[in-house]
Nanobody, 125 residues
Framework: DVQLQASGGGLVQAGGSLRLSCAASGLTFDDYTIGWFRQAPGKEREAVSCISRSDGSTYYADSVKGRFTVSSDNAKNTVYLQMISLKPEDTAVYYC??????????????????WGQGTLVTVSS
């Protein structure tokens, strides 16, 4: 079975930092693009950052450029999302997901077949 385990969320003050982790099992990691999505109450799920495991290319939403960094650890089958300078508007449930699309960086949630359970990030002002 394919499993994605997201962790690392929590409560942090504005300006603080968190690192989210997404541990994957049951899939050939290099064949997938791993995406981080977030969903705030009353809002649609949006792609925050993605990394193509085949060539290492990345995507960042405009709202997080310069503050979030996505990376991967091949040996651990884990993708990280380092978040700094957090803002209250970053508050959301963060999900990691895996897409088998290897051309370009998929940003639409429906292109991701596998999803982790989500981890809550709360940024207080």
């Amino acid at each position: 079975d394919v499993q994605l385990q997201a962790s690392g969320g929590g409560l942090v003050q504005a300006g603080g930092s968190l690192r989210l982790s997404c541990a994957a099992s049951g899939l050939t990691f290099d064949d997938y693009t791993i995406g981080w999505f977030r969903q705030a109450p009353g809002k649609e799920r949006e792609a925050v950052s993605c990394i193509s495991r085949s060539d290492g290319s990345t995507y960042y939403a405009d709202s997080v450029k310069g503050r979030f960094t996505v990376s991967s650890d091949n040996a651990k089958n884990t993708v990280y999302l380092q978040m700094i300078s957090l803002k209250p508007e970053d508050t959301a449930v963060y999900y990691c997901a895996a897409s088998s699309q290897r051309v370009g960086i998929p940003r639409a949630a429906n292109l991701y077949a596998y999803w982790g359970q989500g981890t809550l990030v709360t940024v207080s002002s």
